[in-house]
């Protein structure tokens, strides 16, 4: 693929990440849906999206289902989704982006830890620099989002990484990804039928949760598994540092929203901090060998 294009649907991808989050946003804060409405059509939708488009990669449902998805990735993903949805009912569109993002982040470096793995002296420092960013947009005053808000897309962020860990070694992830989403809806029903929930925000909701799902999500998914063979490992995780950047632009140009002058300090530590850990030589990887910002470089996606 010609470098201009693959910088451009790279890109695009990158918008379709932020999308999610300013998506989330306008059905929950704006419209009124409730976040386990929002969380089953999202699911359901992007199950859908992803079945046809296991079927035009020559995906069999009769011989491979099986060997696709797991309940505990569903888990894992349903766990991310509802607490995505709740957490963005109060929390600022980026606000939400660079917690989530962070929480992904330094949960795949903790599990990496734990693996084994070591941290360079250049990478410790950038460990400290997004911890002490998170921390200094979590306090309390002006830049902090509500503390409920907050730990929900902490949660969220800790769920993905659980998921990212599980799925690594999938070979056919575009199929397992829409398994998995497909597992997730029954739990996104029951969550609709056991959580309190208001209005559904109407067809102008409804629709955008089928858009954040079947396109945001779903497709967004599907390209950037296009588009992984062809970026350099270095490429593939510094890239994703963009996603709460443009999350921000967006929330700013289309939801009307503004950062304060601390959040804004605060998350450009939080990104540079990220920033030295994956540009580092022996920066953290999954097992399996790929490293890994945001999303992961193989297996499901968020």
Same mark, same amino acid.
């Given at each position: 693929?010609?470098?201009? %294009?693959?910088?451009? #649907?790279?890109?695009?991808?990158?918008?379709?990440?932020?999308?999610?989050?300013? #998506?989330?946003?306008?059905?929950?804060?704006? *419209?009124?849906?409730?976040?386990?409405?929002?969380?089953?059509?999202?699911?359901?939708?992007?199950?859908?999206?992803?079945?046809?488009?296991?079927?035009?990669?020559?995906?069999?449902?009769?011989?491979?289902?099986?060997?696709?998805?797991?309940?505990?990735?569903? %888990?894992?993903?349903?766990?991310?989704?509802?607490?995505?949805?709740?957490?963005?009912?109060?929390?600022?569109?980026?606000?939400?982006?660079?917690?989530?993002?962070?929480?992904?982040?330094?949960? *795949?470096?903790?599990?990496?830890?734990?693996?084994?793995?070591?941290? @360079?002296?250049?990478?410790?420092? /950038?460990?400290?620099?997004? #911890?002490? /960013?998170?921390?200094?947009?979590?306090?309390?005053?002006?830049?902090?989002?509500?503390?409920?808000?907050?730990?929900?897309?902490?949660?969220? /962020?800790?769920?993905?990484?659980?998921?990212?860990?599980?799925?690594?070694?999938?070979?056919?992830?575009?199929?397992?990804?829409?398994?998995?989403?497909?597992?997730?809806?029954?739990?996104?029903?029951?969550?609709?039928? #056991? %959580?309190?929930?208001?209005? @559904?925000?109407?067809?102008?909701?409804? /629709?955008?949760?089928?858009? @954040?799902?079947?396109?945001?999500?779903?497709?967004?998914?599907?390209?950037?598994?296009?588009?992984?063979?062809?970026?350099?490992?270095?490429?593939?995780?510094?890239?994703?540092?963009?996603?709460?950047?443009?999350?921000?632009?967006?929330?700013?140009?289309?939801?009307?929203?503004?950062?304060?002058?601390?959040?804004?300090?605060?998350?450009?530590?939080?990104?540079?901090?990220?920033? *030295?850990?994956?540009?580092?030589?022996?920066?953290?990887?999954?097992?399996?060998?790929?490293?890994?910002?945001?999303?992961?470089?193989?297996?499901?996606?968020?």
């Amino acid at each position: 693929m010609a470098f201009p %294009l693959r910088s451009l #649907l790279t890109g695009l991808a990158m918008v379709a990440f932020a999308g999610n989050s300013l #998506l989330c946003r306008l059905a929950l804060q704006r *419209l009124g849906m409730d976040p386990a409405t929002f969380t089953l059509i999202r699911l359901l939708s992007g199950s859908l999206m992803l079945a046809l488009l296991a079927g035009r990669l020559g995906f069999r449902p009769s011989s491979d289902a099986p060997r696709t998805g797991s309940w505990a990735a569903a %888990l894992a993903l349903f766990t991310y989704a509802i607490c995505f949805s709740a957490g963005y009912v109060s929390t600022p569109a980026a606000s939400g982006a660079l917690l989530l993002f962070g929480a992904v982040q330094i949960s *795949l470096i903790g599990h990496g830890l734990w693996q084994g793995e070591r941290l @360079s002296c250049r990478q410790v420092a /950038g460990l400290m620099a997004a #911890l002490s /960013g998170l921390m200094a947009l979590l306090r309390p005053g002006v830049a902090a989002p509500p503390a409920t808000g907050a730990l929900l897309m902490l949660t969220a /962020g800790m769920a993905w990484a659980a998921y990212t860990v599980i799925g690594r070694s999938v070979s056919a992830p575009v199929a397992a990804t829409g398994a998995n989403f497909l597992r997730a809806a029954p739990m996104g029903l029951l969550a609709v039928l #056991l %959580l309190p929930h208001g209005a @559904s925000g109407g067809s102008e909701a409804i /629709g955008i949760a089928i858009f @954040s799902g079947a396109v945001t999500s779903a497709l967004g998914y599907a390209l950037w598994y296009h588009l992984l063979p062809q970026l350099a490992a270095i490429e593939a995780a510094s890239v994703q540092l963009s996603v709460p950047v443009v999350t921000a632009v967006g929330a700013s140009c289309w939801l009307g929203e503004r950062l304060s002058f601390p959040s804004v300090i605060a998350g450009a530590v939080a990104l540079g901090g990220i920033g *030295l850990i994956v540009s580092a030589p022996g920066r953290p990887r999954l097992p399996g060998g790929t490293p890994t910002v945001f999303f992961s470089i193989k297996g499901d996606q968020p």
